[in-house]
């Protein structure tokens, strides 16, 4: 069990390392003026997107779910693993919509300003900070 828990830690910071650069390169795209710069933003969000985002949102997946199985009524009589499997399901459609928009870079199609993404940038560490209390302290 260790051995899970170990590997969904490690996929959760490396999924947690894209979904919080991937919005920054966003700010930075929103920002760009010239063609050269959006054309190497659109590889670097689509690198980072489908090599290490996504595959590490898969990984952090299946290790949490082979974590619950190991005493899933357990866990799922407490308030606080409902309260983490919202936030991951939060997270997991914010994780989607970062895809949308590196659609939506790549067609040239953005109308939002860096300030948006500035902003959109901080919804992850809020959901982190949450999870990693309710995992840690289980307050209820």
Same mark, same amino acid.
């Given at each position: !069990?260790?051995?899970?828990?170990?590997?969904?830690?490690?996929?959760?910071?490396? *999924?947690?390392?894209?979904?919080?650069?991937? #919005?920054?390169?966003?700010?930075?795209?929103?920002?760009?003026?010239?063609? #050269?710069?959006?054309?190497?933003?659109?590889? !670097?969000?689509?690198?980072?997107?489908?090599?290490?985002?996504? #595959?590490? !949102?898969?990984?952090?997946?299946?290790?949490?779910? *082979?974590?619950?199985?190991?005493?899933?009524?357990?866990?799922?009589?407490?308030? *606080? !693993?409902?309260?983490? &499997?919202?936030?991951?399901?939060?997270?997991? @459609?914010?994780?989607?919509?970062?895809?949308?928009?590196?659609?939506?870079?790549?067609?040239?199609?953005?109308?939002?300003?860096? @300030?948006?993404?500035? *902003?959109?940038?901080?919804?992850?560490? &809020?959901?982190?900070?949450?999870?990693?209390?309710?995992?840690? @302290?289980? #307050?209820?």
């Amino acid at each position: !069990m260790l051995w899970v828990k170990a590997f969904h830690i490690i996929s959760l910071v490396c *999924w947690f390392a894209g979904i919080f650069y991937l #919005p920054r390169l966003f700010v930075y795209h929103a920002a760009c003026e010239d063609e #050269p710069g959006r054309e190497r933003f659109k590889i !670097m969000e689509r690198k980072l997107y489908r090599g290490i985002t996504t #595959p590490s !949102m898969v990984a952090t997946f299946v290790f949490g779910v *082979w974590l619950i199985s190991y005493n899933a009524s357990g866990y799922f009589s407490q308030g *606080w !693993m409902h309260a983490k &499997l919202l936030l991951v399901a939060i997270l997991i @459609v914010y994780h989607f919509y970062c895809g949308h928009l590196v659609k939506v870079f790549r067609d040239d199609q953005n109308t939002r300003s860096h @300030v948006f993404y500035r *902003w959109f940038n901080e919804l992850p560490v &809020l959901i982190l900070l949450a999870v990693v209390i309710l995992a840690v @302290v289980k #307050p209820f």
